[in-house]
């Protein structure tokens, strides 16, 4: 079984860009999340889906970043426009039932310049 | 509030030696769920382990071992014999409402063949 694949794995842009991160999860998992974990920092979580639904979405930094699960399967998350502070790492999870254990993807890691 | 504190931010032992990483958690809620991921060099996280606040058993498998206290609040994690494929970034997270994940800032341990 496939595990949550992210791409791309690494993201280079210049500040006032535009870049769209992509998730795909594990099959048949209702929930996907997005974390994020900026340097040496903890990961923090950014929102929730149960399918196509944004179940919470406490976490979104600002209105600079949107997410969306369109069909209830793969997720994107577009930064627009990129601001330095946005640089780090960019990580999906998915997971069966709530309470149960995320599976997370490698991330993708952003570096705005 | 929900906090996951891991003092140690990196630990290094020598091949064959037991490490104990630390994680102390805080949350008011009576349900909760407590978790340990390790991060190996390729960034993927790696789910070890998952606990819930009703089962204060401590649970062993291989060279792991895992010490849940909710008189003190700890959910530690031990490697006996660690090994060069140990090295890695280890991450403690505590859940309450089943959905988001609160994260340390991790343990990079690195073993010293």
């Known amino acids: 079984e496939a595990g949550v694949t992210q791409f791309p794995s690494h993201s280079v842009i210049e500040k006032g860009q535009t870049v769209t991160l992509r998730c795909d999860p594990i099959?048949?998992?209702?929930?996907l999340y997005w974390y994020r974990r900026v340097m040496g920092k903890e990961i923090k979580f950014l929102l929730h889906?149960?399918?196509?639904?944004?179940?919470?979405e406490s976490g979104m930094p600002n209105n600079r970043f949107l997410a969306e699960r369109t069909g209830g399967t793969y997720s994107t998350l577009k930064v627009q426009p990129a601001e330095l502070e946005d640089s780090g790492v960019y990580f999906c999870?998915?997971?069966?039932?709530?309470?149960?254990?995320?599976?997370f993807g490698p991330g993708t890691r952003l570096t705005v310049l | 509030a929900q906090k996951v504190t891991q003092a140690q931010t990196e630990i290094s032992v020598v091949e064959k030696e037991d490490v104990t990483l630390d994680c102390v958690y805080e949350?008011?809620?009576?349900?909760?769920?407590l978790f340990w991921y390790k991060q190996p060099p390729s960034g993927e996280l790696v789910f070890l382990i998952r606990?819930?606040?009703?089962?204060?058993q401590n649970e062993i498998s291989g060279r792991y071992s895992w010490n849940f206290q909710k008189s003190t609040s700890s959910f530690n994690f031990t490697i006996t014999a660690s090994q060069v494929v140990d090295s890695a970034v280890y991450f403690c997270?505590?859940?309450?409402?089943?959905?988001?994940?609160?994260f340390g800032t991790g343990t990079s341990l690195t073993v010293i063949p």
């Open positions: 889906f149960v399918k196509e639904s944004k179940q919470d």
């Open positions: 099959s048949g998992h209702d929930n």
């Open positions: 997270a505590l859940s309450t409402t089943g959905n988001q994940f609160y």
């Open positions: 999870a998915s997971s069966q039932d709530l309470g149960n254990e995320q599976f």
């Open positions: 606990r819930n606040s009703f089962d204060e």
């Open positions: 949350t008011r809620d009576t349900t909760y769920y």
